[in-house]
């Protein structure tokens, strides 16, 4: 699933595979850039800044795209065949003379002046993985909406910019916090912020995402996509539910007894306020 360490690790390979060089192709498979052809651009550098990928080329504007939960980008000698699915799943191809790279179902592609990056980017919390990474901001923005569920406040980006569902669960799971606890609930939020960090850190440099210190499939994660397993610490059986806003649900998996709720919109209790939605479904 991408997350902050996955675009981390493919603005890395892009940046090697492009920066200094000359496109000799620069296509767009979308209707609405289908007419942009960015071959003769030089690309200066691609960085990623939470789960943006920004490409920045030298005439002064910048490309944005967005993996979102599908999204990625391969990287591909000429004349290889590409693998990284269907031909119509091709959004964007960035060539030069030694590497083609093919951009696979991205999403939110737009190319903007370089000097109006923010306005793509400007809303984002501090980057996990950024060289300007600021736990007290983190932290304050976080703590500006107590109420908020952790579960969900930790995934807005607007609070901290980086972190995906997968490091959400694993972070929770390792912190011993109930998905739906409320922010202001949480006993050690620092703590919490610091390991959702340390996991994305961890995996920045390979496509693995452990969590559990080994890569071997079924052991690499602590509760996610163990649903009815037992727990690695306790035995209980492990839960699924979602969670979120409406339309932007995120499944999520916890251990009832290690991340036992305090709270009173515990999905389970099922005693929430009467004016607050229930957006649990357990399955
Ligand atoms: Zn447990």
Wanted: charged share 25%.
């Amino acid at each position: 699933m991408p997350e902050g360490d996955t675009v981390w690790l493919a603005a890395q390979r892009m940046q090697t595979a492009l920066a200094g060089s000359t496109l000799r192709r620069g296509e767009f498979r979308l209707p609405q850039l289908a007419a942009l052809d960015l071959a003769g651009s030089t690309v200066t550098e691609v960085v990623p800044r939470g789960k943006h990928l920004l490409i920045r080329l030298g005439d002064g504007r910048t490309l944005r795209t967005h993996f979102r939960m599908d999204g990625s980008w391969h990287i591909y000698r000429p004349g290889t065949k590409w693998r990284g699915g269907p031909g119509y799943d091709v959004r964007v191809v960035l060539a030069n003379d030694e590497w083609e790279c093919v951009g696979y179902r991205l999403h939110d592609v737009e190319i903007v002046p370089t000097a109006e990056e923010d306005r793509l980017v400007g809303h984002l919390g501090p980057d996990v993985l950024g060289p300007d990474w600021d736990l007290a901001e983190a932290l304050r923005r976080l703590r500006a909406q107590p109420d908020e569920q952790i579960g969900v406040a930790i995934l807005d980006q607007r609070n901290l910019a980086g972190i995906g569902n997968l490091y959400k669960v694993e972070t929770l799971f390792l912190c011993r916090v109930h998905p739906w606890a409320r922010v202001a609930g949480v006993d050690d939020l620092e703590a919490l912020v610091t390991r959702a960090r340390t996991l994305t850190l961890a995996n920045r440099h390979h496509p693995e995402q452990s969590t559990t210190g080994s890569t071997r499939r079924g052991a690499d994660h602590g509760v996610a996509g163990r649903k009815g397993k037992p727990c690695r610490r306790c035995g209980t059986r492990i839960l699924l539910g979602e969670q979120g806003p409406t339309t932007q649900e995120r499944v999520t998996w916890w251990c009832p007894t290690c991340q036992a709720s305090r709270s009173p919109i515990d999905p389970l209790a099922r005693t929430g306020e009467p004016d607050r939605p229930q957006p649990v479904t357990l399955y």
